[in-house]
């Protein structure tokens, strides 16, 4: 089977996100310009670079979370697991602009080191970052889209020690949660190693 995205597929639902998969979640504060904290999930979310670290979520709509980043140059990544399930689908709730999602999804807020959006007090794993580049997508026509690419360089580590060991951070032991397309989700339990050849 083949088909042109351009023009349609024979599926009853876009099948591209769920062949790209799993994808880890994005959970993004942020904070306005009266200082009003904003927190979101995005699914299209990865690390983009090592040295510098950098990592990139993008935004289909200049909606609150990207529009933050880009006006206040700052924003924290939130490792979202199995046990912060609920609150993670909560917070993306459509709210009311300034609404805080962190009281909505009932996620207790904790302070940042170096960036002023607050982080999620119970993540495994918080990522403080300065936005680099905030970038809107073009078709390859050349069409803007109304699609925002936000990339951040990690100036700040928050790890939680419990989930540290033999000098590594557990992703199984957190249990971190990922998308895998339509309303589906997965959450890594079982790790293997393989070594790059030489």
């Not at 790209?20 to 979310?45: C, M, V």
């Not at 289909?60 to 609150?87: C, H, I, Y």
Request: hydrophobic share 35%; net charge negative.
């Amino acid at each position: 089977m083949f088909y042109e995205p351009s023009k349609g597929h024979p599926f009853t639902h876009d099948p591209l996100k769920a062949i790209i998969a799993p994808r880890p979640i994005g959970w993004i504060s942020t904070i306005d310009h009266e200082g009003r904290p904003n927190l979101a999930p995005y699914s299209f979310f990865t690390m983009v670079s090592g040295r510098p670290p950098m990592i990139a979520f993008s935004s289909e709509g200049l909606k609150d979370t990207p529009r933050n980043a880009r006006d206040m140059g700052e924003f924290v990544f939130n490792l979202a697991t199995e046990s912060s399930a609920e609150q993670m689908n909560r917070s993306s709730e459509r709210l009311p602009e300034g609404h805080d999602e962190f009281v909505h999804a009932q996620t207790p807020a904790g302070p940042s080191q170096v960036v002023r959006p607050p982080r999620v007090l119970g993540s495994p794993a918080s990522l403080e970052c300065i936005v680099t580049d905030v970038v809107q997508l073009r078709a390859n026509s050349g069409r803007e889209l109304d699609t925002y690419l936000v990339i951040g360089e990690v100036v700040g580590v928050h790890i939680n020690e419990a989930f540290v060991t033999e000098g590594r951070f557990d992703t199984a032991k957190a249990q971190v949660l990922a998308r895998c397309g339509y309303h589906d989700y997965t959450v890594v339990r079982e790790i293997f190693q393989m070594l790059r050849p030489e």
